[in-house]
T-cell receptor, first 111, second 112 residues
Framework: QKEVEQDPGPLSVPEGAIVSLNCTYSNSAFQYFMWYRQYSRKGPELLMYTYSSGNKEDGRFTAQVDKSSKYISLFIRDSQPSDSATYLCAMTIQGAQKLVFGQGTRLTINP | NAGVTQTPKFRVLKTGQSMTLLCAQDMNHEYMYWYRQDPGMGLRLIHYSVGEGTTAKGEVPDGYNVSRLKKQNFLLGLESAAPSQTSVYFC???????????FGDGTRLSIL
C-alpha cells in the first residue's frame, strides 16, 4: 500500500463547478501538506501549503486537512478552463529530508 | 527570477550512451532533488542532496549518479542509458526539507 493515495482520474467538470480533489495517507506523523498544480509539459508549481489540521483559503482555492481521518482536500470554486491541469498532493514530517507525493489527479474544466 | 533551470529541455539518446542533466537554482537553497515522472507512476525520487558536497539515494537510484560540487548546481548522470530510463526528469530545490519544493520545467529524455 502506498503511503499517499490519490485518485488519478481523469476528472472532467463543467466551467463554474466546484471541484473537490482528495488524498488519503497512512502515516499519522505527517504534519506539512502541500498541493501542486502541473500544467502539460511544465513542472509542478506550489498552490497551497498548510501545517497540521484545519483550512486555508487563497482566492478560489481552499485546502483542508483532517488529521483524524488522514485525509486532505483541495476545493476549487468557480472553476475555469485555465484550472485544467494535474494536481498533486505532497506531505512530509518535521526533520524528514523529502516529500511524499500522491500520483496526481488530472482535471479538465469544460467551457 | 530564473528559479530552477534545467538543461537541456529535450534529448534523444541511443542505448549505451552517457549524458549529464544539469540543474541550476538561484535561490540559495540547501536542498536539491532529482525526480523522474512516468505515466501512471507519479513523481519518483532518484537522488537528493541536503547541501553542497552531499548526495543521498532516493527510491529509484539504480542507473543514475549525481554530484553537488557547488551549492547552486545539481548534476544527474546516466552512465549507460537504457530504454527504461526514457522519462521526464524534474529537478527541485527547497530551503529546508519541510518547506515546499520549487521545480524546474523538466528534461524530456528518450532513449532508443
Amino acid at each position: 500500500q502506498k503511503e499517499v493515495e490519490q485518485d488519478p482520474g481523469p476528472l472532467s467538470v463543467p466551467e463554474g463547478a466546484i471541484v473537490s480533489l482528495n488524498c488519503t495517507y497512512s502515516n499519522s506523523a505527517f504534519q506539512y501538506f502541500m498541493w501542486y498544480r502541473q500544467y502539460s509539459r511544465k513542472g509542478p508549481e506550489l498552490l497551497m501549503y498548510t501545517y497540521s489540521s484545519g483550512n486555508k483559503e487563497d482566492g478560489r482555492f481552499t485546502a483542508q486537512v483532517d488529521k483524524s481521518s488522514k485525509y486532505i482536500s483541495l476545493f476549487i470554486r468557480d472553476s475555469q478552463p485555465s484550472d485544467s491541469a494535474t494536481y498533486l498532493c505532497a506531505m512530509t514530517i518535521q526533520g524528514a529530508q523529502k516529500l511524499v507525493f500522491g500520483q496526481g489527479t488530472r482535471l479538465t474544466i469544460n467551457p | 527570477n530564473a528559479g530552477v533551470t534545467q538543461t537541456p529541455k529535450f534529448r534523444v539518446l541511443k542505448t549505451g550512451q552517457s549524458m549529464t542533466l544539469l540543474c541550476a537554482q538561484d535561490m540559495n537553497h540547501e536542498y536539491m532533488y532529482w525526480y523522474r515522472q512516468d505515466p501512471g507512476m507519479g513523481l519518483r525520487l532518484i537522488h537528493y542532496s541536503v547541501g553542497e558536497g552531499t548526495t543521498a539515494k532516493g527510491e529509484v537510484p539504480d542507473g543514475y549518479n549525481v554530484s553537488r560540487l557547488k551549492k547552486q548546481n545539481f548534476l544527474l548522470g546516466l552512465e549507460s542509458a537504457a530504454p527504461s530510463q526514457t522519462s521526464v526528469y524534474f529537478c527541485a530545490s527547497s530551503p529546508q526539507s519541510r518547506w515546499p519544493q520549487h521545480f524546474g520545467d523538466g528534461t524530456r529524455l528518450s532513449i532508443l
